[in-house]
């Protein structure tokens, strides 16, 4: 490597920074390169933040959230229904996910050791988290919507509750095993039994962690389209307490109305993905906080 | 124990319910351990079940046909399947190039810890943004700032196959540039990870030879990394494969293949997003079967992109 720097009248190579070594150009090019490839692979994200506020932001008001969606071509409305919507397909998702994901996952934690139906669990567990949204749509439709012969918000729940019990169980696992094993002992040596000790020392102990995957999947699933496109389909009422009737949400929503000629429904879907960004990200930034909270052991 | 003791004693058996109630509960999480299992294996028989009936009738002619047509009971997938291909290439060529930058930039030491975390949470905000969403902004934002570009390069350079057609609305470029935006997360979370398993020490002996930082990256720290880093970009693809929402708004639900970036295409997931909520009874096996085919070509993708994470982590290991 000695050609490549440059030597000192005194023989020496020259340690003083200076550009006109070779290697050092090409390396502070590279940096800066680097850096204006990140910037350019950020750019959408401010450019999507900067349209909702612009786009969105001046439709913002009481009415939008208390107002049924327009039809084609009439003014005024708002997403009261869609927004409700999203709410009830989530708890129904919850109802199914919660219990699922985190059994699953003290099944995972604290008796699968390393017994291959741990390992086969794991596995299914990471390969749910890389399937396509749709398909849990699809599985909805044959095994709900094509047997009740109707499209229901339970269909949209079950779709919803797929896609978030891998991440509720996987993280869930990962908050359990990061409870000491004294803490374990500790309880066994009291004269607890494995089910006394799991549930009331370890699962509290590991309670914040286990919320941060809760939240992070309920952000996922409430931004999730494809799942309920043909499941939960759309309705243009409130929810009448049937759930066995199609409902309204606000990411189908968004899709219908983005494809409309009509320049106020676009408007609505821009207010309705502000509303959806919002409620997202308040999730996203939740799960960060519980995690974040000092913890004494 | 046989005889009666005082209350006061510390040490006692097991209660009668405290047994139950354990073996009890035992048995209820590996029931529902196991249940993830059966629910991914239910998925898969549920759809292999409604698609076996258009799997016999339609066969390999499926995958050749570039007819969609529920009134005359026609239906081909070439058109999405090339499609999916084509999108996903493009959108792994440049979201694999900008993530891996961009997992340097968080791992390399360009920033400082707290700028490293404040860019770790930028890139996770990425993800958090919808599909829905990126594909409204497709519409709105990115496909009105591509037709003019789409116009002059058509206009000068307009013999080569890439820019044979103008933009005319949605089509092949803006949905690939959409797919590369949500793939981009999971390509820089999985590599960055791959980047920092490489021991420190390896980059550290290169640096006290002398080696400038990006003599360290390009000789030391992307060959040892570049298992991992190939795992990140097969779990990449196969998320390109399986994204639906933003390529259903974005690729134009057209039944054709054309190699221009700017005519519209479509892709598997965006014809059963865009034919589902209608379609009647042949038209869903249809649907089944391409759904099938969705889930055939995306599982075995995963499976093979983490196969290949848990042996990149472990080959690692001897270095340590």
Do not use: C
Not at chain 1, 236 to 250: E, Q, R, T, V
């Amino acid at each position: 490597m000695a050609d490549a720097t440059t030597e000192s009248p005194d023989g020496s190579p020259e340690l003083r920074f200076s550009f006109a070594n070779r290697r050092t150009l090409v390396d502070r090019s590279l940096t800066v390169l680097a850096i204006g490839l990140a910037a350019f692979a950020l750019f959408p994200l401010f450019s999507v933040l900067y349209m909702l506020i612009v786009r969105g932001g001046h439709l913002l008001s009481p009415s939008l959230l208390t107002e049924l969606t327009p039809g084609a071509g009439m003014e005024g409305g708002g997403i009261g229904n869609a927004a409700l919507g999203t709410l009830i397909v989530v708890v129904v998702a919850s109802l199914f996910s919660l219990p699922l994901g985190i059994l699953a996952a003290i099944y995972l934690a604290e008796y699968a050791g390393e017994s291959q139906l741990g390992t086969i669990v794991r596995f299914a567990g990471k390969v749910l988290t890389g399937m396509p949204s749709i398909l849990a749509g699809v599985f909805a439709y044959a095994a709900i919507v094509v047997t009740t012969k109707s499209f229901s918000a339970f269909a949209g729940g079950v779709a919803m509750a797929i896609l978030m019990v891998p991440t509720i169980m996987l993280t869930g696992e990962q908050a359990l095993r990061a409870v000491p094993e004294k803490m374990r002992l500790a309880a066994l040596g009291m004269g607890a039994s494995r089910m006394e000790t799991t549930l009331r020392v370890v699962l509290p102990t590991a309670l914040p962690g286990i919320l941060t995957g809760v939240m992070l999947a309920l952000a996922r699933a409430m931004g999730e389209t494809a799942p309920l496109l043909f499941t939960a389909l759309f309705s243009d009422y409130w929810f009448d307490g049937k759930l066995g009737a199609p409902i309204a949400s606000l990411s189908v929503l968004i899709y219908n109305f983005s494809g409309s000629p009509f320049a106020h429904l676009s408007e609505l879907a821009w207010a309705a993905s502000l509303v959806l960004v919002a409620l997202v990200l308040v999730l996203n930034v939740a799960a960060q906080v519980i995690i974040r909270r000092p913890k004494e052991f | 124990m046989s005889k009666e003791k005082p209350h006061t004693q510390i040490a006692q058996v097991p209660t009668g319910w405290q047994t139950r109630s354990d073996v009890a509960f035992r048995i209820v999480v590996h029931v529902f351990g196991a249940a993830v299992v059966v629910l991914l294996g239910a998925i898969v028989f549920e759809v292999m079940r409604h698609a076996g009936g258009s799997m016999l009738k339609y066969r390999l002619g499926f995958f050749s046909g570039s007819v969609w047509d529920a009134n005359r009971d026609q239906f081909g997938i070439f058109p999405e399947v090339a499609g999916t291909l084509y999108t996903s290439f493009w959108a792994l060529l440049l979201g694999g190039f900008l993530g891996v930058t961009l997992a340097l930039i968080l791992s390399q030491g360009f920033l400082s810890r707290r700028g490293e975390l404040v860019m770790k949470n930028v890139v996770e905000l990425l993800a958090a943004i919808p599909s829905v969403v990126y594909g409204l902004w497709g519409i709105f934002v990115l496909v009105p700032l591509l037709r003019p570009i789409a116009g002059w390069l058509n206009d000068h350079w307009g013999a080569f196959p890439l820019f044979s057609t103008r933009l005319s609305g949605p089509g092949v470029l803006p949905a690939s540039l959409v797919l590369t935006i949500m793939i981009l997360p999971t390509i820089t979370a999985v590599s960055r990870e791959a980047l920092a398993a490489v021991p420190p020490r390896l980059a550290a002996a290169a640096y006290g030879l002398g080696a400038t930082r990006w003599e360290v990256i390009f000789r030391v720290m992307l060959p040892t990394a570049s298992a991992g880093i190939f795992g990140a970009l097969v779990l990449g693809l196969g998320r390109a494969f399986g994204e639906t929402m933003a390529l259903a708004m974005l690729a134009g639900n057209a039944q054709t293949f054309s190699w221009s970036l700017f005519s519209p295409g479509n892709t598997l997931a965006a014809l059963l997003a865009n034919h589902f909520p209608e379609a009647g009874e042949y038209e869903v096996n249809a649907l089944m079967y391409a759904a099938g085919v969705l889930l055939v070509i995306t599982l075995t993708v995963n499976i093979l992109g983490s196969l290949i994470m848990m042996r990149a982590t472990a080959g690692l290991r001897g270095l340590r």
